[in-house]
Nanobody, 125 residues
Framework: QVQLVESGGGLVQAGGSLRLSCAAS????????MGWFRQAPGKEREFVAA????????YADSMKGRRCTISRDNAKNTVYLQMNSLKPEDTAVYYC??????????????????WGQGTQVTVSS
């Protein structure tokens, strides 16, 4: 079993920044690939970013080259999602997820084995 607890969400004005954290326990964190997803009201859950156990990263096309960075600190058993230049359309519940396989960072929801409860991010215009 892997337990995941997200934190760092909140209300922020458009153009602002947030850093989300996800603390993991229950398994050797350095062997986990981690992903961030989000789900806006009335929409399906979508991929945001992922980082493999070895540090390789993968971003959604909408996030590439701009506004977010995923990172991990294996000493703290934590994965982060730094988001900048936030827009109202970034409003969603953000979830972290763990993939037990020692593979590359993947986008598909079904590839992930464990999920956190989510943290709300609200961006006001």
């Amino acid at each position: 079993q892997v337990q995941l607890v997200e934190s760092g969400g909140g209300l922020v004005q458009a153009g602002g920044s947030l850093r989300l954290s996800c603390a993991a326990s229950g398994r050797t964190f350095s062997t986990l690939s981690m992903g961030w997803f989000r789900q806006a009201p009335g929409k399906e859950r979508e991929f945001v970013a992922a980082i493999s156990w070895s540090g390789s990263t993968n971003y959604a096309d909408s996030m590439k080259g701009r506004r977010c960075t995923i990172s991990r600190d294996n000493a703290k058993n934590t994965v982060y999602l730094q988001m900048n230049s936030l827009k109202p359309e970034d409003t969603a519940v953000y979830y972290c997820a763990a993939d037990l396989r020692l593979g590359r960072p993947v986008q598909a929801i079904f590839e992930y084995d464990y999920w956190g409860q989510g943290t709300q991010v609200t961006v006001s215009s």
